[in-house]
């Protein structure tokens, strides 16, 4: 059973505009969430996180919103570029902290 | 080293074969981290270390898969008796013990079992 969904296999947005990926997780006691960015034939690379502690952690164009209620984190990357074309996975660390469990991942196409 | 470095980047195999993957994670890290990434899927736990010892290795699907780390930097992940199945990229990642709690990946090793 996916602890960690991301619901939607891809994404396309035009460059400039804002991209919007989502992510739901189960486990209420999750206290830590991570994005990563893939490449092909390139290991993920982190992007951004956030702690429980905080609903909005922002850096540069990308800022990761989490709602602990509804069990869901989005992350939001304005403005996009073609640039940011890649996979990405949404990630959290299980509660013995010895794990993170990725999702699936949604692949973002930006298009000029 | 600058990074995690997984050795060899490619592994073609026959099945039955016994396979070794390298990693050599970042100099000082003592948390290391196996995951293993079927085509279209998130890269899914397999074992961490922290030091030398097996912290958590609930994530290895059966006992053909084995990882070890004698000396708490390089490990390696090895594999007996290979099945088409096992066929996947294997990523290795680390994570220092203080500080932000992120792992930083390597590219990863891509076995291929025929």
């Known amino acids: 059973d996916q602890q960690v969904k991301q619901n939607s296999p891809s994404l396309s947005v035009q460059e400039g505009r804002i991209s919007i990926l989502n992510c739901d997780y189960t486990n209420s006691m999750f206290d830590y969430f991570l994005w990563y960015k893939k490449y092909p034939a390139e290991g993920p690379t982190f992007l951004i996180s956030?702690?429980?502690?905080?609903d909005k952690n922002e850096d540069g164009r990308f800022t990761v919103f989490l709602n602990k209620s509804a069990k869901h984190l989005s992350l939001h990357i304005v403005p996009s570029q073609p640039g940011d074309s890649a996979v990405y996975f949404c990630a959290a660390f299980n509660q013995a902290g010895t794990a993170l469990i990725f999702g699936k991942g949604t692949t973002l196409s930006v298009s000029s | 080293g600058a990074g995690v470095s997984q050795t060899p980047s490619n592994k073609v195999t026959e099945k039955g074969k016994y396979v070794e993957l390298r990693c050599d994670p970042i100099?000082?890290?003592?948390?290391l981290y196996w995951y293993r990434q079927s085509l279209g899927q998130g890269p899914e736990f397999l074992i961490y270390?922290?030091?030398?010892?097996?912290?958590?290795d609930s994530g290895l699907p059966n006992d053909r898969f084995f990882a070890v780390r004698p000396e708490g930097s390089v490990s390696t992940l090895k594999i007996q008796r290979t099945e088409r199945g096992d066929s996947a990229v294997y990523l290795c990642a680390s994570k220092t013990t203080a500080g932000a709690n992120v792992l930083t990946f390597g590219a990863g090793s891509r076995l291929t079992v025929l």
């Open positions: 270390f922290q030091g030398t010892g097996a912290a958590d």
């Open positions: 100099s000082g890290h003592t948390a």
């Open positions: 956030i702690s429980s502690i905080k």
